[in-house]
């Protein structure tokens, strides 16, 4: 039993400090942007487009430099009428838009319209120029929920 202890300790010690360094336990401080925050220091712009059945299509672009050089990934943040969180969902860098400039990042989702105003993207980028950072850019500050529609 002795020697299960003398083993069982040490090993459970590395446990415990390999969750404690894992990038999934980081935490990494989150802000808002507004859309002139976002244009004017980030490069970051939302469009909308119809998009069919699946509603309207939201993307971000930006370009990979400054803060969004160390960008890791983004994700669809939707809440309810009272803010409160109903889901995640992680969105695939670049997803096809046959109008995107060249060295253009984008990431996208699609919602019926009348979604819209709970949708949120989230921006991340660990090892950045501003440490490990997120960025939350609401879908209603940047698009006319009226008539969201940027490009045609």
Same mark, same amino acid.
């Given at each position: 039993?002795?020697?299960?202890v #003398?083993?069982?300790?040490?090993?459970?010690?590395?446990?415990?400090?390999?969750?404690?360094t894992?990038?999934?336990?980081?935490?990494?401080? $989150?802000?808002?942007?507004?859309?002139?925050?976002?244009?004017?220091?980030y490069?970051?712009?939302m469009?909308? #487009?119809?998009?069919?059945?699946?509603?309207?299509k $939201? +993307?971000?672009?930006?370009?990979?430099?400054? +803060?969004?050089e160390?960008?890791?990934?983004?994700e669809?943040?939707?809440?309810?009428?009272?803010?409160?969180?109903?889901?995640?969902?992680?969105?695939?860098?670049?997803?096809?838009?046959? #109008?995107?400039p060249d060295?253009?990042?984008?990431v996208?989702f699609?919602?019926?319209?009348?979604?819209?105003? #709970?949708?949120?993207?989230? $921006?991340?980028?660990?090892?950045s120029?501003?440490?490990?950072v997120?960025y939350i850019?609401? $879908?209603?500050d940047?698009?006319?929920l009226?008539?969201?529609?940027t490009?045609?």
């Open positions: 039993m002795k020697n299960a #003398r083993i069982a300790t040490p090993l459970l010690s590395l446990c415990v400090a390999a969750l404690a894992s990038p999934c336990l980081a935490l990494i401080e $989150v802000g808002v942007l507004t859309k002139d925050q976002a244009k004017a220091k490069g970051i712009t469009h909308a #487009r119809n998009n069919g059945d699946a509603g309207i $939201v +993307w971000l672009e930006f370009k990979k430099e400054g +803060w969004l160390a960008f890791n990934y983004a669809l943040r939707m809440e309810d009428p009272k803010g409160k969180h109903l889901l995640t969902v992680h969105l695939s860098e670049n997803p096809h838009h046959h #109008r995107r060295g253009v990042t984008a996208a699609s919602a019926d319209p009348s979604q819209l105003e #709970r949708c949120n993207f989230l $921006v991340v980028c660990y090892g120029n501003e440490g490990d997120g850019m609401k $879908v209603k940047f698009l006319d009226e008539n969201p529609i490009e045609k």
